[in-house]
Every structure is written in C-alpha cells, then in structure tokens.
C-alpha cells in the first residue's frame, strides 16, 4: 500500500486514493465545493489546491490519486508522495480562489436559507480575506424556478456544476446545464424540460452555497432554531436513511443520511415532503368509545376493561389486522394477542423506479411488510373470507393508512361486528366505523423497529412528543396482557420478540445504530 505524508501525518492508503479523501478520513481538513463522493470528479472549483513535492504547480487534491512509485522516485527515500495543505503558498492561493468566488456573491447571509451550514460562509471565516478588494458592482440576476419545488438564485452560485452532474449521472433525466459561457455562466433548465424527476429535492442538499433552494423549506425557519434526530424513511420499503428536522411539535425538513447500504446519500421526493400529509389532521387525543353512533372520551382503565370483557371466553372469535406501517415490535405483540385469525388488508402497490444510479423506489409503498410478516408469520391470504367463513364478530385493527378508503367488501363486513377496536392516531375512515378507539402514536412520534424488503433492520426513532394521552402501540397492547405476561419496556419486548422468531435474537437499539444490520445473523453478534 502506497505512503502518503499529509502535512506531518504519515499514512498508509489503498492504491487510487485521491489525496483529498486520504485527508478527509484522517482529521484533515482541505476545502472543497464541486466535489462530492457521489458523483464525477471535475476539480473546477479549485478550493482543494494542496502542494505536492516533485510538481511544479499546486494540485487539486480531490483529482490527485495516490500510488505506490518505484524505489528511486519516492519522496525522503520512503514516502510514494508528500502533500502540504497548510504552507504559506496553498493558504494565499486559497484566499485567492475564495475572492474570486465572491466576486459577485450577494452579501445576504442574514436572510439565506443556507446560513449556518454553508461551505462558503465557513470557509470564507476560516480560509478568506477580511476584506474584499472589489469595488464595481456585482452582477444581479433575478431568481429562477427549475421545477420540482426547486429555485435557483443565480447570483450566490459559485458554479461548482454537483446539481448538472446530479441530473446526468443519478437521476438520469439531464434537465440541468451550464448555459452560456464565461461571464454569463449560469445553470438553467432545458426550455422544453424543467427539473422534473422524483429525485429533484437531492440537488438542494447538495448544493454547497445556497443557490439551489427548496420552496418547501425557504424562509420558514433558521437552522440554529432546529433539533435534529436521524430516523428511517417510512414512505416506502426501501427505508432511506433520513434525518428530520424539527421544532417543538412541528417537522421542517427531511434531509437523506448517508448509508451506503440502503440509500447511498440521497432520498426520493415522495419521501422528502411526504410528512405534511400527517399535520392538521383531526387527531385521536384520547380513548374513545361509541354509544348511539357518538364517540365520548374514557379513561384508559375503562377502555382496556371493554376490550378485556369482549375478548374473555372469546379469544377464538377475535380476529386481529396488522399493519406494515407498524413497527416488528407492535405487529409483534399484535399477533402474540389474537388467538383466532391474523390478517392484514390489501398493500398499496404502485410503480417500482430504478434510476440509473441505482437508486430505488420500491413498488411497495409501505415500510414494514417484510418485518411484518417475519414476526407474524401465521397472516392468512384472504382475512375478509376467514371472517366470514369462520364468523368472525370481534375485531382488532391497527390503522395506519389515512388515506385508504374502505372498499364495499370491508364495509360490508364491518357492518356485521359486534365490536370494532381500533389503534389510531387520527379520525380515519376506519376508525370511524370503530366500536372504540385507541389513541397510539403517529409515524414521527414512533420508536422501534422496521425491516426493509432487503431484509435489513433498522431503528425508527421517535422525532415528535406524545400528542394528548396517546401511547406507544406496542404498550397499548401490552396492557391487554395478564400481568405476568407483560413486558417491563420495550427492551425487553425486542428480547422476547427475537426468543419466538431467532432471526431478529440479540437485536437491540444500541446495536442497529444509525445504520441498522442484516438479517444474516450479524444481530447475534
């Protein structure tokens, strides 16, 4: 393996590492702006300048590979390559690119959206001038609509080309360029094709400079002011990595987290805005129970006394709906209750994409299935038939699904029951058709765990507080248990859940991390 000395730090590294990755996984710090580990290496920003002993020009260290050399060309008779960061030269160039950069740059720190997470403001405290030499007028351009919720505010970009080369080479669509040239650069839309592809909002997280905003998120709020926490994606079953940005009870923004294993860096619209459909909803806040087609509050003694009255001596005529929008560990206690019929309603399925980048959006548009039938492995096909078939007149639902509508075959049967539980978190369809009504808790409010259809296991951390008296579903569940059946906490409930299905033994939170494991075994390690 080649070694490589970086300032004073000597290293070894696998052959074909470009010197700016041998510094960012040491400490080291170089600045950059068009590169980015996804995507082509074009070393037009020219920030990562560093000096390499043996050539006669500074060099782009995210372009500069490193290799091993023959005895008699290595550097200090032992180094295949000696690289400064930090010398007088690569500081004063540094500062030089950086005033060229912010030759026409706006002054709008206070009002940009990228402020406090912005490359160029940072490395402009940390790497520029105090002070700027320019003197004419800066160039002004007004701001563009891309498409795809994206605008584009031409006089903060540096032209560093991530969101050209997103579009060429992930998303595959290309409705990004570089029109005109030299001064009159600037990124544009394709007349006749604006920005239109499910993977559009990815070019406003790599944008390193604030040009490239989401409309979605512009002027609503200020980074500093944010709590972040990383979670999954629950918009389908690919489970990206995400994390959410929040503030008291509300959610700002949704931004991809890396894991190579699952999304790579980035995540599809649909999943990106796809928790505004859970606010201003008519939220259950309490127990509910119906009496001459009118729902008023109890307390929770009360209605976990009505379900364990109807259940007792019953167990056998009780049929129970899990849910693949459910964590494993709620579908887990679910199916651990119901003594007669498990089943589950129809999955919404839509159009599987494969970009050419390999990223996907799966064709089930849940994001639990798969885990949902590992700890429930006894889910018939047809639970309306076994209902009739068997005569089923006390039902337990998990619903999750606020959208769904009720087909005449579901409303037909519910119509027969003689008692409908229902765990909800809003006033849905479904839960209207309820008997009683069980507060639990929304998808941001959630905390356990959920498979993706690759069979990968993954943490689902709660964002958002409790709404009202709602309760965790898996605990709501766990108060219909004898008291020696229950479970203390949901440690123990993962404990117990991988003693009955061995492929999920050893799983605990601490050890899925922020990048989950396979169902290979490795949860046992």
């Not at 920005?195 to 002027?219: E, F, K, Q, W």
């Not at 009496?291 to 003694?301: P, Q, V």
């Not at 209750?337 to 390999?358: A, C, Q, V, W």
Request: charged share 25%; hydrophobic share 35%; net charge negative.
């Amino acid at each position: 393996m080649p070694l490589l000395k970086i300032d004073d730090l000597e290293i070894e590294v696998k052959n074909g590492t470009t010197v700016l990755e041998a510094a960012l996984e040491n400490g080291i710090d170089i600045p950059y702006y068009c590169y980015h580990p996804a995507l082509e290496i074009v070393g037009s920003c020219r920030m990562c300048l560093v000096q390499v002993e043996g050539m006669p020009k500074l060099q782009v260290s995210c372009n500069t590979f490193v290799g091993e050399v023959p005895p008699e060309r290595k550097v200090d008779g032992n180094f295949d390559m000696v690289v400064q960061t930090q010398n007088d030269l690569v500081i004063q160039e540094r500062k030089n690119i950086l005033e060229f950069l912010l030759l026409n740059h706006p002054l709008d720190c206070p009002v940009c959206d990228q402020a406090g997470e912005c490359y160029l403001q940072d490395y402009s405290f940390k790497f520029g001038n105090a002070h700027s030499r320019f003197d004419e007028d800066k160039r002004v351009r007004p701001n563009e609509y891309l498409g795809s919720q994206i605008v584009i505010n031409h006089n903060r970009c540096i032209l560093c080309s991530r969101c050209t080369r997103f579009t060429r080479e992930i998303s595959g669509t290309s409705e990004l360029f570089v029109d005109e040239r030299g001064y009159s650069s600037k990124i544009a839309a394709l007349e006749d094709r604006p920005l239109n592809n499910l993977l559009a909002g990815n070019v406003a997280d790599i944008c390193p400079v604030g040009a490239l905003l989401s409309t979605d998120y512009v002027h609503k709020n200020r980074i500093w002011n944010l709590q972040k926490k990383s979670s999954v994606c629950q918009d389908c079953s690919v489970g990206c990595n995400i994390d959410a940005f929040y503030q008291k009870r509300k959610i700002f923004r949704l931004n991809p987290r890396e894991n190579q294993d699952v999304n790579g860096y980035f995540m599809c619209d649909i999943g990106r805005y796809g928790f505004h459909r859970f606010e201003d909803l008519e939220r259950v806040a309490r127990p509910l129970f119906k009496s001459n087609g009118i729902f008023s509050e109890i307390s929770w003694d009360t209605a976990i006394e009505k379900i364990s009255n109807k259940f007792n001596g019953a167990e056998e005529k009780v049929a129970g709906v899990v849910s693949p929008f459910h964590t494993n560990e709620t579908n887990f206690m679910l199916g651990r209750l119901i003594k007669g019929i498990i089943g589950t309603f129809p999955h919404i399925e839509d159009e599987e994409i494969t970009y050419p980048s390999g990223f996907r959006i799966s064709s089930d548009r849940s994001p639990n299935k798969r885990g949902m039938h590992d700890v429930c492995p006894s889910i018939v096909d047809d639970l309306a038939s076994e209902i009739n078939d068997k005569e089923i007149r006390v039902i337990y639902i998990l619903d999750n699904e606020i959208d769904k509508e009720i087909d005449e075959t579901w409303n037909k049967i519910l119509t027969k029951m003689d008692f409908i539980v229902v765990q909800a978190y809003a006033m849905t369809r479904l839960a209207k058709s309820a008997h009683l009504i069980l507060p639990g808790l929304a998808p941001f409010e959630r905390e356990g765990t959920i498979t993706n259809d690759q069979g990968r296991v993954q943490w689902l951390r709660s964002v958002l507080p409790n709404n009202g008296e709602s309760r965790p579903d898996w605990e709501i569940l766990n108060l219909l248990y004898k008291t020696g059946e229950r479970f203390s906490d949901i440690n123990e409930l993962m404990k117990g859940m991988g003693e009955q299905f061995p492929s999920y033994s050893g799983m605990t939170f601490f050890k899925l991390g922020d990048q989950g494991l396979p169902l290979n075994g490795n949860l046992k390690t």
